[in-house]
């Protein structure tokens, strides 16, 4: 089986840095996704992660340890229109099938 | 280029009917996956496929049927509606290329479903 944690809410305040975790737990592993979602729409692909370390696109960061089984998504510069629930999901190894965690719905503060 | 397309938008059902919700993609995406999404939830998959007439059961796969009869097109069939069964659905699609390491699905913009 497997199972992904994140926090249900973070709240940042505009301008700030902020971060939001995903431990997971999966029998096979291939990479770490993260999807941002706006209320009533679709999700929308941010960032993948195959190998350990720090991507960066633009003021979106995300990281990988695989050792940890844990990553994480770096939010900088962070604008109003940034809130929105954020989603890591694991691409399962050998099924290629792609679970997502429960999501963390970040609102961001002027 | 129209990405990922879902129909209908909007659908109401009565218990014990059928339906079938569409999906095509015009990407030449290898994978195709749909998932339902209760409020305030994450997303969860119902099934899953990697190619033409390549199916597979993701997490939550019963009272649900799906085809892959040709690299497009993965439609979702409602066998017997029930209440339980109201969910946004989304349909998305992805690309196989590893070469460049980049696994993004493109989702559609969903199927709000209500089951009476």
């Known amino acids: 089986g497997q199972s992904l944690e994140q926090p249900s809410e973070v709240t940042a305040v505009e301008g700030a840095i902020v971060q939001i975790n995903c431990t997971y737990q999966t029998s096979g592993f291939y990479g770490l996704s993260w999807y941002q979602q706006h209320d009533g729409g679709a999700p929308t692909f941010l960032s993948y992660n195959a190998l350990d370390g720090l991507e960066e696109t633009g003021r979106f960061s995300s990281f990988l340890s695989r050792s940890d089984s844990y990553g994480y998504l770096l939010l900088q510069e962070l604008q109003m229109k940034d809130s929105a629930s954020y989603f890591c999901a694991v691409w399962m190894d050998s099924s290629y099938k792609l679970i997502f965690g429960s999501g963390t719905r970040l609102l961001v503060r002027p | 280029n129209a990405g990922v397309t879902q129909t209908p938008k909007f659908q109401v059902l009565k218990t014990g009917q059928s339906m079938t919700l569409q999906c095509a993609q015009d990407?030449?995406?290898?994978?195709m996956s749909w998932y339902r999404q209760d409020p305030g939830m994450g997303l969860r998959l119902i099934h899953y496929s990697v190619g033409a007439g390549i199916t597979d059961q993701g997490e939550v796969p019963n009272g649900y049927n799906v085809s892959r009869s040709t690299t497009e097109d993965f439609p979702l069939r409602l066998l017997s509606a029930a209440p339980s069964q109201t969910s946004v659905y989304f349909c998305a699609s992805s690309s196989r290329d590893r070469a460049e390491g980049i696994y993004g699905y493109t989702f559609g913009s969903g199927t709000r479903l209500t089951v009476v």
């Open positions: 990407m030449n995406h290898e994978y």
